[in-house]
């Protein structure tokens, strides 16, 4: 593998730093995107059951806001419907605000890993070129025949630059893709389980 390094070249250490910025997001993301993380499959049917006679205790609230993404867009209903003169569009908007908020950390550091699969050909043809140049320099006119070892130094860095860009941007675009549809169901999932939970607290203040 150092081989590999020193045949391509100085211009493969941003490839790499790239590919470990990117291996660190990806596991990071899988980490944090988990389904128990963020949309628990019998949460809301668990809220629902909590509040069916009035609206829990604090603890019980603040508990539920610490379980996971949508807990914490439930629990801001919750507390929306505890106050004093709130109706039915106070608690939808306090879910709404908190939905957003949790939408937004869900998609932190895609854009970080969608800006690498896009870099990252982009510097493996800046290698591309850079070996090229290296070519055309030991063909150069004037000079006392073709340098072999230059030249050979030249075509590797054009073709493992080239590769090794491949390498860290193909990977990183379809994380980035997986990545992206996950949010965005988790998204879906949430804006489907706030619009039932604010109707039943809507019934639940009539009373």
Known sequence: MFSIIQAAGWPIWPLI????????????????LQRARVVPPQLLEEALAVSSRGLPPPDVVEQLAQNSALGEVLASGLRAAGQRGADSQDLQAA???????????LERYL?????????????????????LIEIFGSQAPGSTGSNPAQL???????????????IVAIPSLIFWRLFRARVDGYVLVMELAAERFARHLAQLHKR
């Open 95 to 105: 879910m709404e605000g908190a939905g957003r908020e949790v939408a937004h950390r």
């Open 111 to 131: 854009s970080a890993l969608a800006t690498i699969a896009s870099a990252a050909p982009l510097l493996g043809l800046l290698g591309t070129v850079i070996g």
């Open 17 to 32: 730093a790239c590919s470990v910025v990117a291996l660190a997001l990806v596991i990071e993301r899988m980490i944090s």
């Open 152 to 166: 050979a130094q030249g075509i590797s860095i054009a073709l493992y630059n080239t590769a090794f860009g491949l």
